[in-house]
């Protein structure tokens, strides 16, 4: 297991780089998703199957509708679309899908090791002590944390509004 560990962590700090440096916003996204999916299986490597599940919902699918959202909201035009068709070659795609190959050859390298899929030596999180942890001393960490997205929300509708957009 500390191999998974060390493979997906390396994995996804390759893929926050690639993020971080890249300059297109959607080839940036889809090395995102792959840094939230390594991160994911450091938690499965870790024992806590839960919030690995949690970290490829909320965060991987999440940030994907929301970048589809806010493209749809913000309403470009075809000229961004023509645009946006010549930065997605297939040869953008290379990066992100090796990557991703690399977490499912190491995932199936731990399942195979181990059949049961449990952590060697390691206690499992369950969903209720996630959720002991997040409504007890974690509270106020999640409140503020919903108003930030709230506030993002509200920021993001009023910047694509229409009538916004006409006045000078």
């Known amino acids: 297991m500390e191999f998974a560990f060390y493979f997906a962590s390396g994995v996804a700090v390759v893929a926050t780089l690639r993020v971080i440096t890249n300059t297109n916003p959607v080839h940036a996204l889809l090395y995102l998703i792959i840094s939230l999916i390594a991160v994911a299986m450091t938690f499965f490597?870790?024992?806590?199957?839960?919030?690995?599940?949690?970290?490829?919902?909320?965060?991987?699918?999440?940030?994907?509708v929301l970048f589809v959202f806010v493209v749809m909201m913000l309403n470009l035009g075809p000229e961004s679309i023509h645009q946006e068709r010549a930065w997605m070659t297939p040869g953008i795609w290379g990066g992100p899908v090796m990557l991703a190959i690399?977490?499912?050859?190491?995932?199936?390298?731990?399942?195979?090791?181990?059949?049961?899929?449990?952590?060697?030596?390691?206690?499992?999180?369950?969903?209720?002590?996630?959720?002991?942890?997040?409504f007890g001393p974690y509270l106020l960490v999640v409140e503020l944390a919903s108003m930030l997205l709230l506030a993002a929300a509200v920021t993001a509708f009023h910047l694509g509004r229409q009538d916004a957009k006409e006045k000078p």
């Open 45 to 64: 490597s870790l024992g806590a199957p839960f919030a690995g599940v949690l970290e490829v919902i909320a965060y991987a699918g999440a940030i994907m």
């Open 102 to 134: 690399f977490l499912l050859a190491e995932l199936l390298y731990v399942l195979a090791g181990n059949p049961s899929g449990a952590a060697i030596g390691l206690a499992t999180v369950d969903a209720k002590a996630v959720g002991i942890s997040l």
